[in-house]
Structures are given as C-alpha cells and as structure tokens.
DNA sequence: TTCGGAAGTA
DNA sequence: TACTTCCGAA
C-alpha cells in the first residue's frame, strides 16, 4: 500500500502540475524577497481568470503570450507597487531572463515569450496540448548550443515539496497579506491553494 | 516591437 | 540580486 514515502517522488500522472524545480521555489534562497516577475507570471498563467491578458499558447508548451501588455504590466506594477509601471519596463525585465535561461523570446510572434522548461518535463498540462510523440522532446528547436553552462544543482535526486504553486486571493495586493497561518498547517480540504510565501 | 546598455533602487 | 527607469538603436 503505501509506502513511506511522500507525494513528492512520484508524479499523479493524471492531472498533476508539474512546473520545473525553479518554478516550486517560492523565492529561493531563506532570505526570501519579493515576488519575481516570472513567477508571477506563472501565477497568472495558471489563473482562468487572466486568459484574456495572458494565456499559455497552444502547441508549444511553456510558451505563453500576453493579450493585453497593458493590463500584465498594471498587474505587475500594482504587485509591486510601481504604478508607474508599464509594458516597456516589464519586458526589460523579461529579457533579463534571456540570459538567466528563464524565458526566451518566441521570435517573429509578437508579445509571445517562452519558458525554457527545457530538459524539464512536464507532463500532461491541463492548458496545454502534448502530443503522445512528445514532439517537444529533444531535437526541438535547439534553444542553445550547449548543455547548461550553469550547474544544475536542483533536481538531481532531489525531493521537492509538492507546493501546489498558487495564490488564492490577494495575491495582486500592493501588501503583503502576510499568511502566517499556511506554515501553521492550516490544510484546507478541496482547495490546496497556498499563498506563496 | 524588441533589444540591451547604463545608472539607480531596495 | 532582481528588478526599475530611461533611452538610443535596430
């Protein structure tokens, strides 16, 4: 029956999220920061309620495309409490990612941006249609020549908690609602929506 | 529209 | 460190 061990190895295989070992990071590192861009990014990917401004594209996975630059970018600002923010900085700070390996550029389609899940896989996404070949398997496009010039120190064997990447609510305020009580082990029945950090 | 340098902020 | 702001160039 059960064994001893957590949810954590093993993927539900039917409808489990699966997001890189990056995207489980809630900040990284113990001296915990503010949200990043692209994990909020992923939070409002994997909300129904922001497909009008920014949806994953079908066919590709990790790629995404953002409907409405003005409407991310206002969300963003107001996350970060910059409402001077806009479109023009939120993608300088996008293409920072270029170089950290953490999005790249769908080119020729505009406000189209992809994340490089790379040799990650991710199985079965809900929003996204894999084909059976696993056509976005290697030989892909080959994002880079080389393998990763960087260590991969994460997901070698290593057992991540299963954090169900998601914000319930007021994830878009300006202040942090300080939830507390998800460390507590309040679990929620039905909804396993935990506040990030 | 996209890119990336450069300086500034927390 | 991770953007934010500004901006010239392609």
Redesign the pocket.
């Known amino acids: 029956m059960k064994a001893g061990g957590s949810v954590v190895d093993k993927a539900e295989g039917a409808a489990g999220y699966h997001f890189p070992d990056w995207a489980y990071k809630t900040e990284?590192?113990p001296g915990s920061?503010?949200?990043?861009?692209?994990h909020?990014i992923l939070e409002l990917l994997q909300k129904e309620e922001f497909r009008h401004v920014i949806a994953w594209q079908q066919g590709e996975y990790g790629e995404f495309v953002i409907k409405d630059?003005d409407e991310v970018a206002r969300l963003?600002?107001r996350r970060?409490c910059?409402p001077?923010?806009?479109y023009?900085?939120?993608?300088?700070?996008?293409?920072?990612?270029?170089n950290?390996r953490i999005l790249h550029?769908t080119?020729g389609?505009?406000?189209?941006y992809k994340f490089n899940f790379n040799k990650l896989v991710m199985p079965n996404y809900p929003f996204i249609n894999i084909r059976p070949n696993g056509e976005w398997g290697l030989g892909a496009n080959s994002l880079g020549p080389r393998e990763s010039p960087r260590r991969d120190r994460s997901f070698s064997g290593n057992s991540m908690p299963p954090i169900p990447l998601a914000a319930s609510k007021g994830f878009l305020g300006c202040f942090s609602p300080r939830p507390n009580q998800i460390r507590s082990g309040v679990a929620r029945n039905g909804e396993a929506e935990a506040v990030l950090r």
Not at 33 to 38: G, K, N, S
Not at 88 to 98: E, F, G, I, Q, T
């Open positions: 990284s590192s920061r503010q949200i990043q861009l692209w909020f630059p963003w600002g970060k910059k001077q923010m806009n023009d900085k939120l993608s300088r700070a996008l293409r920072y990612y270029y950290k550029k080119k389609k505009r406000f189209t």
